[in-house]
């Protein structure tokens, strides 16, 4: 069985995401909160198909928690998510 390649999306603004986004992930994607996006757990997410994480050095760099359904990562984890992701994408870019 082959496993459908990984998408790793950085959100790292602040604001709610672009429907264009929403629509191409996937269930195998990642998206992971970065930098000031870590700020966007206090907003409604809709829905979301894909795995949700977040990063905790910058969660605690800002004073934040992580909420279900994100879940914290470290920074070494953050580096094997993006040596197995068949894209990373930085969003919006």
């Known amino acids: 069985m082959t496993l459908?390649?990984?998408?790793?999306v950085h959100w790292i603004y602040p604001e709610l995401p672009a429907q264009s986004l929403l629509a191409q992930l996937a269930?195998?994607?990642?998206?992971?909160?970065?930098?000031d996006g870590?700020?966007?757990?206090?907003?409604?997410?809709?829905?979301l198909p894909c795995r949700l994480?977040?990063?905790?050095?910058?969660?605690t760099?800002?004073?934040?928690n992580a909420k279900a359904p994100w879940q914290t990562i470290d920074d070494s984890d953050?580096?094997?998510?993006?040596?197995?992701a068949s894209q990373v994408v930085l969003w919006p870019h």
């Open 78 to 84: 953050w580096v094997e998510l993006a040596a197995q």
């Open 38 to 47: 870590c700020y966007s757990l206090a907003l409604p997410w809709p829905e």
């Open 4 to 8: 459908a390649p990984m998408k790793l």
């Open 27 to 35: 269930p195998q994607d990642l998206l992971l909160l970065r930098q």
């Open 53 to 59: 994480r977040v990063l905790a050095t910058d969660l």
């Open 61 to 64: 760099a800002r004073g934040l």
